[in-house]
């Protein structure tokens, strides 16, 4: 994976396949501790005990069109080389947590990309999903909730265009305030 905003594509696309109806997203900036951590928690069905032990594994999975899940793993291993690790909390029928950290200023770790496309892209593809974005720094918070855009827009669907477009905004105006936006990606 190219960036941090792919591995969470993919570990919320696991949430969707656990019949989640509400995930969170939350990206927090550490810069005094120097750890970024990105965690995903959900309220789908949880995983097995027995398959949990083994997680991390590309051999472990609940899919049955192949044999193999890399999502964890290669998220582990992106961790793992920037001096992180990655915890993963579950219980069944109850959802899901993975949290992973990075060194923020380690060499390899992985730019966070865009951020925004990739929540408008899940809003968009899983409406009635229920979505919810914090961004934090030591100084600054930022939340999204796909609930309060739905209050306000009453009968407007939030897949329309115009909405997909502010929500863009809306999320990369708040990843400039947390994180400097694309060119200072993470403040100082």
């Given at each position: 994976m190219k960036d941090l905003s792919l591995h969470l594509m993919d570990i919320v696309q696991n949430s969707i396949s656990a019949k989640a109806s509400k995930i969170c997203v939350s990206l927090?900036?550490?810069?005094?501790?120097?750890?970024?951590?990105m965690r995903i928690?959900?309220?789908g069905e949880g995983i097995e005990e027995s398959l949990l032990k083994?997680?991390?594994?590309?051999f472990a999975t609940t899919r049955k069109t192949r044999k193999?899940?890399?999502?964890?793993?290669?998220?582990?291993?992106?961790?793992?080389?920037?001096?992180?690790?990655?915890?993963?909390?579950?219980?069944?029928?109850e959802g899901t947590t993975v949290e992973a950290t990075f060194k923020i200023s380690h060499?390899?770790?992985?730019?966070?990309?865009?951020?925004?496309?990739?929540?408008?892209?899940?809003?968009?593809?899983?409406?009635?999903?229920?979505?919810?974005l914090d961004l934090s720094n030591k100084k600054?918070?930022?939340?999204?909730?796909?609930?309060?855009?739905?209050?306000?827009?009453k009968d407007i669907p939030i897949t329309q265009f115009e909405v997909l477009n502010w929500i863009r905004e809306y999320i990369n105006s708040g990843i400039k305030i947390i994180f400097g936006g694309v060119l200072n990606e993470i403040i100082s």
């Open positions: 927090t900036a550490d810069t005094q501790a120097d750890i970024l951590t928690a959900d309220n083994n997680i991390a594994s590309p193999v899940g890399m999502g964890i793993s290669l998220l582990k291993a992106s961790s793992n080389m920037a001096e992180g690790d990655i915890e993963i909390y579950s219980k069944k029928f060499i390899d770790r992985l730019p966070l990309g865009d951020l925004a496309e990739t929540m408008v892209t899940l809003i968009m593809a899983n409406p009635d999903i229920e979505f919810e600054d918070c930022f939340s999204f909730r796909t609930v309060e855009v739905k209050e306000q827009l």
